[in-house]
């Protein structure tokens, strides 16, 4: 039986109506389901999960909502702690390094902010179901799984969008988007990942506002990123993002670069490298994921999507530098990265030096790979092995021109460091002596007793 929803009442979908079965569901997330509702507080699956398992994918994530507070989840379950400053969350513990995230309902008070308050405004009140629902970014991750009676609750049409293959915003847009930015981030990546539609008010509400994702955490923005860029899904989502502008908000070192020429021979523009580069990527984390390999860290992905800039920047492909000019090359690099998105994505120190050194040294790489070999000397360097995989990645981009099926395992550049000249060990008597005195009984500074 399917109830319709109103203004305050939800669309109840009953067992048999949808495709979620509770075998389904993981068992330690399972476990925390019954042993908070046998102890009398409601449970609920929440957002991706419910979204996945009705699509039939396998959740990531099993997260978990209850009208119980911290305290009492945490009284509950003893492998378990309290985390978030914003809003309390509890994580419980399982084998395999398993974590199950347990938030209480939450209020409505920051759907209903009007005004010129900052953006996301603090907030740790409790709330109920519906307010809860109407607080999450999109509709089809504003439905609850509801245990007992194994039915699906949605207050905000995520069902019917999840049956028409539609993203949109809960609540008004515009509104949403400002209070929070990096909600435009979310939309285009269950887009990219799901191949759904973006509903037209809310594709219009991320063009309009695409200015103010800066206005968020730098940290938070990087964060995100970073799961787009890993999320097997990166070749879509940089379609979405180029078209919503959202990538040069991102990427700023892009934001007049798209349409030109690359000087490295292709005839590609910065745009077409740039969505070929991200197909490579995706196609090297499923084959590192099939093959049970780890997968290259941030900064060399992030290296990866750089390079069509530093080529145009700093005409990579066709220099020949070496000595105190590789230096100074490598330093530019570091300023305008330092300026740029080493602010903006809040990037550790070790990050840029990283990206610095495989982008500063790719000349010497392709102007021995022209000459047919790698010299011994470049092969002892530390940055070789790194740098020479983030050139077989850029070919296969461009070139077409398959990078090798197990690269060579890609770990931080060793930095130089000068060896400590080895102390001559002495008796234990001789220690404390002054720096000049004689090693001989009797005398101190060169002089007798």
Known sequence: ???????????????????????????????????????????????????????????????????????QVRKLFSNSRTIGRRFRLVQIFFGKNKVIEVSTLRSLSEHDLDGPESVLAPNNTYGTLDQDAQRRDITINGLFYEIENQTIIDYVGGVSDLDNSVIRVIGTPEKRIQRD?????????????????????????????????????????????????YSGYLGCWFELARDTELFTRLFSPYRELLPT??????????????????QTIDRHNHDAIEAGRHRPPDYFMLSLLLLPWAAIRFNLFNTQL???????????????????????????????????????????????????????????????????????????A???????????????????????????????????????????KGGIFGLKK
């Open 261 to 278: 020429e690359v000087p490295d021979g292709s005839s590609l523009s910065c745009r077409e490298q740039l969505g070929a580069i991200c």
């Open 398 to 440: 461009t070139r077409q021109i398959p990078a090798p099926e197990t690269p060579p395992h890609i770990a931080p550049s060793k930095r130089v460091r000068v060896p400590h000249e080895k102390r001559r060990s002495g008796s234990r008597r001789n220690r404390g002596r002054p720096i000049i005195s004689e090693r001989k």
């Open 181 to 229: 930015p990096v909600r435009m981030m979310r939309v285009i990546r269950h887009s990219a990942r799901n191949g759904f539609t973006i509903d037209r008010e809310s594709w219009d509400a991320v063009c309009n506002n695409n200015s103010r994702l800066p206005l968020c955490p730098p940290s938070r923005l990087r964060d995100e990123l970073l799961r787009d860029i």
């Open 1 to 71: 039986m399917v109830t319709e929803p109103d203004h305050t009442s939800p669309r109840i979908i009953s067992p048999g109506e949808h495709p979620i079965l509770k075998e389904m569901i993981d068992d330690d997330a399972l476990r925390v389901l019954q042993k908070l509702n046998s102890n009398g507080y409601a449970a609920y699956l929440v957002g991706g999960g419910v979204r996945d398992l009705y699509l039939g994918k396998k959740p990531k994530d099993f997260d978990i909502s209850t009208d119980a507070r911290p305290g």
């Open 322 to 396: 070496k000595g105190p000019q590789l230096f100074h090359l490598a330093k530019r690099i570091r300023t305008e990265i330092n300026d740029s998105i080493g602010l903006e994505l809040n990037l550790r120190r070790s990050a840029r030096q990283e990206i610095t050194t495989l982008l500063a040294h790719l000349p010497l790489i392709i102007q021995h790979r022209k000459s047919g070999g790698w010299p011994k000397w470049l092969r002892k360097k530390s940055y070789f092995t790194n740098c020479r995989t983030l050139y077989y990645y850029y070919r296969e």
